[in-house]
């Protein structure tokens, strides 16, 4: 069957240092990986898209990497700040037609203390 | 910058009574998406809509649900006769089809079925 993980524990880090965030698929073969962050009772906010054919992917604090082989997204934030206290969603885009659709993994959620 | 806008942001309504969900979504974009998410749980597609038709729905998105596009802004989810399991929060998404097919997410509306 198809399945997108993330660590379901949450991540609690210092403030400063970075955080790594992991999400593994089975049984898909995506475009492309997409990395949103929620808040609570907000919807998803996009942060960062890596193709099949990018090895990583930067945004300013954001990296991103895709491993087509493993099968397996890293996502870290560097230099992390209390703000940054959020879950992070990452979504496979699957694409059967005209608009296709995206699939999420449950999330991680990431706690910076200060 | 431009957002995705959903009404009401909060619904409560009795099992078995009807209910439209509203969005709007950014003007120049071509796909719609509803998803929804289960306190506690993970976003699951329900459908999408290209072209003034379902162009993918999800087992969930069952003969009680339909979309509509009924002018140029708004898009609607309705649920002919809610359930009890119905409860959770609808987010409204919009993509502009180019390249990325990154998503926008409104606000959500928050569903109660009592």
């Known amino acids: 069957s198809q399945k997108i993980e993330q660590n379901s524990e949450a991540l609690n880090i210092q403030e400063g240092k970075t955080a790594t965030l992991t999400c593994n698929y089975t049984?898909?073969?995506?475009?492309?990986l997409q990395w949103y962050r929620q808040d609570p009772g907000r919807g998803p906010v996009f942060l960062l898209l890596i193709r099949e054919n990018e090895k990583e992917k930067r945004k300013e604090r954001l990296k991103v990497t895709f491993d087509t082989t493993l099968k397996q997204s890293l996502f870290h934030i560097t230099a992390s700040q209390p703000a940054d206290s959020a879950t992070y969603l990452c979504a496979l885009r699957v694409i059967y037609n005209q608009g296709g659709k995206l699939i999420f993994g449950q999330g991680t959620e990431l706690s910076v203390k200060p | 910058e431009p957002e995705v806008t959903q009404t009401p942001s909060h619904q409560v309504t009795q099992m078995g009574q009807e209910v439209i969900l509203r969005c709007v979504p950014i003007?120049?974009?071509?796909?719609f998406y509803w998803y929804r998410q289960i306190l506690g749980q993970k976003v699951e597609f329900l459908v999408s809509f290209y072209n003034n038709e379902i162009s993918e729905k999800s087992e969930i998105f069952d003969d009680q649900f339909s979309v509509e596009r009924p002018d140029g802004s708004n898009f609607t989810l309705k649920i002919r006769s809610t359930k009890l399991e119905d409860s959770a929060m609808y987010f409204c998404?919009?993509?502009?089809?180019?390249?990325?097919?990154?998503?926008?997410f409104g606000s959500g509306t928050q569903l109660s079925v009592l």
């Open positions: 003007s120049n974009h071509l796909y």
């Open positions: 049984n898909y073969s995506p475009a492309y």
């Open positions: 998404a919009s993509s502009d089809g180019q390249g990325n097919q990154k998503l926008f």
